[in-house]
């Protein structure tokens, strides 16, 4: 059985058969299109969103940062301390305006000037160490120096604290703080000033107290002593004279004594003697008599002082006396006193002999009579002491000489000044009015 043939379309139908599949494609491409219009427009508006909030948060951060660094000018440019920043050759890159002002220069003059060329020339070789510390250890520094304000040369005493850090680019630079600290300075001074006058006010104290002690155990020693002198001096005087006259009785009844017993009677008399001495200037010290004055020639005293107190053989006598001097109104037996006790104290300091110097001259109205030695000399600790009772450096003696000495020249309105030279000798000066002899 043949099939049917197809019926063949003609043109019109055709193309309405296209059209129909043609709107179909469309509408089914158009569903596909909007679908990704849609996403697509969602999501620049996701992100325009995005953006707005970013841009929101740039705009707040940035009001922040510029809050922040208007804070932070504020801070350094009105810090109570000056800021500055230095290169590694030490000039000024960044400075804020107390550091200006206390170096006496516009804040925009400081850039790129050398630091150094405000400290004093005297401090250069400080800050000049403090950076190669700095340099070598990489640990902060400081120090004191003196600057000189660029405006009106002033002198400020400065505070400098530096640390090493780098720039943006790596660089080396110096951070410092610089702080004027003259008032501090001047507070140091005057502390030190306080701290000097009373440690030299304390020290007054303790000598006017040391004197004071000194004082007493001097009055303590004088009482002692005038009641022992008035007490007993009498008393030891008779048997010592006892024993002087049983020293002359065993001479004469021993003409022909040995040696040895003669000896022995020569060491009696003389220890005798010195204890004679002892009792007599004891008593001398106690109670020394009136003067009994009369006109002199200063020859004439040092000659009867000589004979009564002769120079020993080791020593040289050397005599400078001034001619035509005015005679001295003095007591002349208590002054050969005085002089022959200086001239015995002379020799003593010369035991192996040396050179005793006697000379005169007139000064302010007074006669000078200077004793001198070239014997051991005394010593400075020993110069202070010296005129005091019961005060001595002999093996012999009880420390009286002197002090009785200057009460004798006092009494005779004059005194004695000492002068010495540990191994060198010493000198003894006495001075003694003049009275005019009345025509």
Same mark, same amino acid.
């Given at each position: 059985m043949k099939k049917k043939s197809a019926t063949p379309l003609d043109a019109t139908d055709l193309r309405r058969s296209a059209e129909i599949r043609l709107n179909k494609r469309k509408h089914?491409?158009?569903?596909?299109?909007?679908?990704?219009?849609?996403?697509l427009i969602h999501e620049l508006e996701v992100h325009q969103i995005e953006l707005e909030t970013q841009n929101n948060e740039l705009a707040r951060t940035r009001s922040e940062v510029e809050t922040l660094l208007e804070k932070y000018t504020n801070l350094y440019d009105f810090a109570p301390v000056g800021y500055i920043t230095l290169s590694k050759k030490g000039l000024i890159l960044e400075a804020n305006i107390p550091a200006s002002a206390l170096l006496g220069i516009k804040r925009s003059q400081l850039i790129k000037q050398p630091f150094s060329r405000f400290i004093l020339n005297e401090d250069q070789d400080i800050f000049y160490r403090q950076h190669q510390r700095l340099n070598e250890t990489g640990e902060p520094q400081s120090c004191d120096l003196m600057i000189r304000k660029a405006d009106t040369g002033l002198l400020v005493w400065a505070h400098l604290a530096s640390i090493l850090t780098q720039n943006g680019e790596g660089a080396n630079i110096f951070r410092m703080m610089v702080s004027d600290i003259s008032e501090r300075k001047r507070a140091e001074?005057?502390?030190?000033?306080?701290?000097?006058?009373?440690?030299?006010?304390?020290?007054?104290?303790?000598?006017?107290?040391?004197e004071a002690q000194e004082l007493l155990i001097r009055q303590e020693k004088l009482a002692l002593l005038g009641q022992l002198a008035g007490g007993v001096g009498h008393e030891?005087?008779?048997?010592?004279?006892?024993?002087?006259?049983?020293?002359y009785y065993l001479r004469l009844v021993q003409p022909d004594a040995d040696e040895k017993i003669r000896q022995y009677h020569n060491m009696i008399e003389q220890e005798t003697h010195s204890a004679e001495k002892i009792i007599h200037d004891l008593l001398n010290f106690a109670r020394v008599?009136?003067?009994?004055k009369e006109l002199?020639?200063?020859?004439?005293? #040092?000659?009867?002082?000589?004979?009564?107190?002769?120079?020993?053989? +080791?020593?040289?006598? @050397? /005599?400078?006396?001034?001619?035509?001097l005015p005679k001295v109104f003095i007591?002349?037996?208590q002054m050969e006193q005085v002089l022959g006790n200086l001239f015995v104290n002379a020799c003593q300091a010369m035991p192996t002999g040396g050179?005793?110097?006697?000379?005169?001259?007139?000064?302010?109205?007074?006669?000078?009579?200077?004793?001198?030695?070239?014997?051991?000399? #005394?010593?400075?600790?020993?110069m202070k002491k010296l005129?005091?009772? +019961?005060?001595?450096? @002999? /093996?012999?003696?009880?420390?009286?000489?002197l002090a009785i000495s200057q009460k004798l020249a006092e009494a005779n309105g004059g005194w004695i000044e000492a002068h010495s030279e540990p191994g060198r000798g010493s000198t003894f000066q006495i001075s003694l009015p003049v009275k005019q002899e009345s025509k």
């Amino acid at each position: 059985m043949k099939k049917k043939s197809a019926t063949p379309l003609d043109a019109t139908d055709l193309r309405r058969s296209a059209e129909i599949r043609l709107n179909k494609r469309k509408h089914a491409n158009q569903l596909v299109i909007n679908a990704n219009n849609q996403q697509l427009i969602h999501e620049l508006e996701v992100h325009q969103i995005e953006l707005e909030t970013q841009n929101n948060e740039l705009a707040r951060t940035r009001s922040e940062v510029e809050t922040l660094l208007e804070k932070y000018t504020n801070l350094y440019d009105f810090a109570p301390v000056g800021y500055i920043t230095l290169s590694k050759k030490g000039l000024i890159l960044e400075a804020n305006i107390p550091a200006s002002a206390l170096l006496g220069i516009k804040r925009s003059q400081l850039i790129k000037q050398p630091f150094s060329r405000f400290i004093l020339n005297e401090d250069q070789d400080i800050f000049y160490r403090q950076h190669q510390r700095l340099n070598e250890t990489g640990e902060p520094q400081s120090c004191d120096l003196m600057i000189r304000k660029a405006d009106t040369g002033l002198l400020v005493w400065a505070h400098l604290a530096s640390i090493l850090t780098q720039n943006g680019e790596g660089a080396n630079i110096f951070r410092m703080m610089v702080s004027d600290i003259s008032e501090r300075k001047r507070a140091e001074d005057e502390i030190r000033k306080l701290n000097a006058e009373l440690e030299g006010r304390v020290e007054a104290s303790n000598f006017k107290l040391q004197e004071a002690q000194e004082l007493l155990i001097r009055q303590e020693k004088l009482a002692l002593l005038g009641q022992l002198a008035g007490g007993v001096g009498h008393e030891l005087r008779r048997p010592l004279a006892v024993i002087l006259n049983a020293v002359y009785y065993l001479r004469l009844v021993q003409p022909d004594a040995d040696e040895k017993i003669r000896q022995y009677h020569n060491m009696i008399e003389q220890e005798t003697h010195s204890a004679e001495k002892i009792i007599h200037d004891l008593l001398n010290f106690a109670r020394v008599k009136s003067a009994d004055k009369e006109l002199v020639p200063v020859s004439e005293l #040092i000659k009867q002082a000589l004979e009564q107190f002769p120079v020993p053989k +080791l020593v040289h006598l @050397k /005599l400078g006396l001034a001619v035509n001097l005015p005679k001295v109104f003095i007591d002349l037996r208590q002054m050969e006193q005085v002089l022959g006790n200086l001239f015995v104290n002379a020799c003593q300091a010369m035991p192996t002999g040396g050179e005793l110097t006697i000379s005169t001259h007139q000064q302010a109205g007074m006669i000078i009579i200077s004793v001198q030695d070239t014997g051991v000399g #005394i010593t400075p600790e020993n110069m202070k002491k010296l005129f005091e009772p +019961l005060f001595t450096t @002999k /093996l012999n003696g009880i420390g009286l000489g002197l002090a009785i000495s200057q009460k004798l020249a006092e009494a005779n309105g004059g005194w004695i000044e000492a002068h010495s030279e540990p191994g060198r000798g010493s000198t003894f000066q006495i001075s003694l009015p003049v009275k005019q002899e009345s025509k």
